[in-house]
């Protein structure tokens, strides 16, 4: 069954560091492109980073330079190093495999997310 | 940044009904949008991919259409299950996407 499960979360003061892990079963994270998306309590998505099937990655312009996505292949596990945390990183944090549906990629699993909280 | 507005915020519908959930964008997207439903306390599910086709495992009640920056999602006839939030998100700029705010499904 293919599954993700985000552990890491929790309560952060401003300015602190956390890491995500977002464990993988039933496929590769290193063969496929994976996202984090992170939805802020009572809002919408937001689309946070991805990383290819090689080392490339990209960012949204809310956390370019504060995190970082990275994966290990001997554990099957994606992560997000977050840096410089503020307030308005608070949100849950889903992992997502990256999947091509006829000519394009989508979103199509996702974990269960991860809830993190910036506040002093 | 493309901007997805959706419409109505909510909507209350009874089951059996006919649902009909509006996307627009700011500017053209083509037809690289996604739908997704979202229930509490879970994760978002793929629904339609490129605008009109349906994710593996999507029942048939579910449909989209639309290109460039007005796109609809129905659902023929409203089961229990059905009621959550769903959003519309663009890929034209993969691999940075964008959301709309959403709209929520709720039991009349």
């Known amino acids: 069954e293919v599954q993700l499960v985000e552990t890491g979360g929790g309560l952060i003061q401003p300015g602190g560091s956390l890491r995500l892990s977002c464990a993988a079963s039933?496929?590769?994270?290193?063969?496929?492109?994976m996202s984090w998306v992170r939805q802020a309590p009572g809002r919408g998505l937001e689309w946070v980073s991805l990383?290819?099937?090689?080392?490339?990655?990209s960012y949204a312009d809310s956390v370019r330079g504060r995190f970082t996505i990275s994966r290990d292949s001997s554990t099957n596990t994606l992560f997000l190093q977050m840096n410089s945390l503020r307030a308005e990183d608070t949100a849950v944090y889903y992992c997502?495999?990256?999947?091509?549906?006829?000519?394009?990629?989508?979103?199509?699993?996702w974990g269960k997310g991860t809830a993190v909280t910036v506040s002093s | 940044e493309i901007i997805l507005t959706q419409s109505p915020d909510t909507l209350s519908l009874s089951p059996g009904e006919r649902a009909t959930l509006s996307c627009r964008a700011s500017q053209s997207v083509n037809s690289y949008l996604a739908w997704y439903q979202q229930k509490p306390g879970q994760a978002p599910r793929l629904l339609i991919y490129d605008a009109s086709n349906r994710a593996p495992g999507i029942p048939a009640r579910f449909s989209g259409s639309g290109s460039g920056t007005d796109f609809t999602l129905v659902i023929s006839s409203l089961e229990p299950e059905d009621f959550a939030v769903y959003y519309c998100q663009q890929r034209s700029n993969w691999p940075r996407k964008t959301f709309g705010q959403g709209t929520k499904l709720e039991i009349k």
């Open positions: 997502a495999r990256e999947w091509q549906l006829g000519r394009y990629y989508y979103m199509d699993v």
């Open positions: 990383i290819f099937s090689g080392p490339t990655t």
């Open positions: 039933g496929f590769s994270v290193s063969s496929n492109y």
